[in-house]
């Protein structure tokens, strides 16, 4: 219940930065989810809202042999 007051409170879009409305950052947050699917899960859809963004994944074809920030992964961590 909390959960869904506080999407409901994030999907009006009155609080928090707006990053994901530059069309650049969007992307890139798009990218992101698509980089992993079909290898970590299955990208089943997603929306990039101005402050956050919704994902419905498939995670049952998770690959043991293909997690995020193995060797031969070139991507750097996120740094929060």
Not at 9 to 31: F, K, V
Request: one cysteine or more; glycine letters at 4%; a negative charge.
């Amino acid at each position: 219940r909390q959960f869904a007051k506080f999407d409901g409170y994030l999907d009006r879009c009155i609080c928090g930065e707006r990053w994901l409305e530059q069309p650049e950052i969007a992307n890139e947050a798009a990218s992101a989810l698509r980089f992993w699917a079909d290898k970590l899960y299955e990208l089943i859809a997603y929306t990039v809202m101005p402050n956050h963004v919704h994902a419905v994944m498939d995670l049952s074809i998770q690959d043991a042999e293909t997690t995020p920030g193995e060797a031969g992964d070139e991507r750097e961590p996120a740094e929060y």
